[in-house]
């Protein structure tokens, strides 16, 4: 089903081939350049690179493409390589990387039409700031935009700091230039906000990792910069009471609402205790803080502000709130933030851990937390769970630090059997085993708890449609 | 391609097989029945059904379609007929047609994670009732609401009212259940908000018409209701302005736009001059006004209007706003409403029509409102265009009414000429030659106007790949 490395001596005549295919510096091969393409940014993963293939444009890359195909060449497509699951190197047979990152134009800024369109290897950060200079915004905010690149989260639908508002990239893309594996070039380009002419193809290859087709540019929507917003955190002692927060503010702020954030006491404990500076805005223990941030522009801050006190005092009336902070200014806010955002960090000073990325429906989400809890101490004594996350969209983080005292080798033994009882626990509750981070090598031995086998089956159906050969991303994503 | 309906001992013996597979309703065969499944609500497509079979759940539409593959018969899936491309209903050679209209229940309302999951049968009003009760709203709204089904609005990839602030109906699905030509049911009901585990699935049903699979069901997001309104009008006279009062109310209230409308001068006349009661609120004709719609509630529904004073004043000290409304009670609000809404009921009045749901980039439409007038100048003597929309979707309806005193008998001969102009502009603007409405029977010879050969090529593959006996709506959609 999938494509094959070639032996070492083909392997000379197909790079000789490729070099013809694109420009001098398109091709790396000297062993020096191979690292930065061949393992992902943690470490964990790492693999062989037969060659690095680096189109400068779009018909270079449906050359290199349509060659590969008729020879029935492996190729991994990447762009930021910032992925989390090893999606984005090849594994240790070899194949060839296809990097856009030296396709990094910015095709065209529609201020009018609030549009950007953009080469795939653009880096986020800086279709950002080009949308910022025309006044308008890039709703895909994540903490990799320095590095990670706009295929990278088009090919792993991305969501980030505010899917709550403004949805997953699945949802900003307008547009989309992909080419296949045999090297046929679907322009699907265009900055239309209605288009309902036939089948829309661009949805096949957002989120597919790589492995149905390369995207090679975008279109994407852009949005109204907000200049300004109110923060609050609120203490909750049920998770009832949390969900009676997140109705509160969704019903006060529609379309403003930007992040409702859960973060267990366990959480709030351990950064308070381990990050210099940070601090519970509470002076007692609660089992959740609900973090809530309101957009707002520079003319309504103060009344955002206002109305959330409001709500949050109707909360408080009412016993569903325990104890509250709302901050009075920008640090105060940014203080509040470092509680839920400093918790990979602490937890990182703290402990070996393995991390979860799990999705729930909203009001699950709860008793999962008391059954996970029950599930792991039944895997090992002294396994400290801390659980945070997006709440509103049923998105929660696990991370689970090793008994204290355990290093990183004895705990790596662990994984399996904590693997096994979260995930066993996700399918009980239809969950999600990945809300964000995709399938990559590291799920795909799980995917089949989470899709039925007529899913599954219609995936490789799709597959074997648009990549007979099996040379894009082989081994990856389908079990 | 497609398959082909059976000769007339085969139907009879076929319909014995099916009464098998199905309840005792389950199956119309007299002929007093088959009308109003065998034409449209508009009476301009009609053709013959060899009997409609009314399945009662999904395992008897699983049923029915694993039959109909086994034997290749040619089938019409249908939801509320409501469509205006002829896309639900079989051509004169015949073809089964396989009704949801009794699968109609609403499975679960989740007002914690603020969804609903329910038979694609529905009623969308139906549908919007529960989202009421429990307090939420179901953001999906149409003209066509009180008899136009879910699965029909989900194959069709439904606009509406509310695109501009809630986007498509592709964008509110969360889950979806298909069942596939041979009869396999992909389950994919869920309420999750995040999951990137495999290929998302449903992408490739919604929107197709019903020639991939049938949608039994589906799982959709709910949103807070809002109770108020504030509405404006502004006249402007030049296109240009048109835009500046977009760019301003965009900025201005971001996340609750609920609407911008352009309405012709001439369109905004013939309502005033056609319909008792309405009237412009502008002393002097303008080329174009715009119909400005924010959401608020209760609390701050005069916060809202006042706010949207301002943005208007400081349109018309910049000279971009020409005249301004601004609606200082819901009847006011109404009134300015009447004068977007009548368009069409004004241009039925008044003479026979042609129709067209275009897409362009939202800065391209006054340029080609000025071509197309050229366009229809150089196809026909005394052409009566008006244009209105959705602006800020970039969606432009264009409504030309024949030549004085020409019936509508003689303006059918126009059609084909209006059609190749209108469409031959579209594809230079690079626009949609259907924002909503679908290809249908109507619009597959101007499919590739639209769409590249490599795209329709893909199409083909799709259709090939899910449906290999081509019984799913056999002659839609694709050219």
């Known amino acids: 089903m999938f494509a094959r490395p070639p032996s070492a001596a ?4 197909h790079l000789d081939a490729l070099q ?30 037969l060659g690095v293939i680096r189109p ?55 201020a009018v039409g609030a549009s950007i369109t953009l ?39 991305a969501g980030g700091l505010k899917v709550l508002r403004y949805g997953h990239i699945r949802e900003q893309v307008l547009g989309l230039e992909v080419v296949l594996a045999d090297g046929t070039v679907l322009d699907g380009l265009s900055s239309l906000r209605k288009n309902n002419t036939g089948y829309d193809l661009k949805q096949m290859f957002i989120g ?54 859960l973060i267990g006491a366990d959480a709030v404990a351990l950064v308070a205790g381990t990050l210099p500076g940070a601090r519970s805005p509470f002076a007692l223990a609660h089992t959740y803080a609900v973090l809530i941030e309101v957009g707002s522009d520079d003319a309504d801050a103060g009344a955002q502000r206002g109305r959330l006190e409001v709500a949050i005092g109707a909360l408080i009336e009412a016993g569903r709130v325990a104890d509250a902070a709302i901050a009075q200014s920008d640090a105060q806010a ?9 918790v990979p960090e602490a937890v990182a000073h703290t402990a070996p851990v393995h991390k979860y990325d799990l999705t729930f429906a909203v009001g ?58 979260i995930f066993d626990l996700v399918a009980q509750y239809r969950g999600s085993i990945s809300a964000e981070h995709g399938i ?32 894009l991303n082989p081994h990856r994503l389908l079990p």
Chains 1, 2 share one sequence.
């Open 334 to 342: 940014e203080g509040l933030w470092r509680l839920r955002e400093g």
């Open 56 to 110: 400068r444009d779009t018909a270079a890359v449906a050359r290199v493409l349509a060659y590969l195909n008729a020879h029935r060449l492996p190729v991994v497509p990447q762009a930021g390589n910032t992925g989390l699951v090893g999606g984005s190197v090849p594994d240790a047979a070899g194949a060839f990387v296809l990097s856009v990152d030296r396709m990094a134009r910015i095709r065209a800024v529609d």
């Open 20 to 49: 013809g295919l694109v420009d001098a510096a398109g091709l790396l091969t000297d062993p020096a350049d191979m690292p930065r393409y061949e393992r992902d940014w943690m470490g964990k993963f790492h693999g062989r690179a």
């Open 208 to 261: 597919a990792e790589g492995t149905l087709g390369v995207v090679t540019a975008a279109t994407l929507k852009l949005f109204p910069a907000e200049a300004g917003r109110a923060v609050a955190m609120v203490a909750v002692d049920r998770f009832d009471d949390a969900l009676a927060v997140l109705a509160a503010v969704r019903r006060g702020f529609p379309g403003r609402l930007n992040s409702v954030e």
């Open 119 to 157: 080469d795939a290897g653009v880096v986020l950060e800086t279709a950002q700031e080009a949308a910022r200079r025309a006044g308008l915004m890039l709703a895909l905010d994540l903490g990799s935009k320095g590095s990670c690149r706009i295929g990278g989260n088009i090919s792993t639908n």
């Open 364 to 421: 699950d989400i709860g008793r999962f937390i008391a059954d996970c809890d029950l599930a792991l101490a039944r895997v090992a004594k002294g396994l400290r769970p801390v659980y945070f996350g997006h709440v509103a969209d049923g998105n929660v983080h696990v991370n689970v630090m090793a008994p204290p005292g355990m290093q990183a080798g004895g705990y790596q033994a662990l994984q399996g059997p904590i693997d096994d009882a």
């Open 10 to 13: 083909e392997l000379d005549r």
């Open 440 to 471: 990559g090598q590291v799920k795909r031995a799980y995917l089949d708890r989470n899709r039925s086998a007529a899913e599954i089956a219609t995936m490789r159906a799709l597959k074997a449609m648009l990549d007979p050969n099996g040379i």
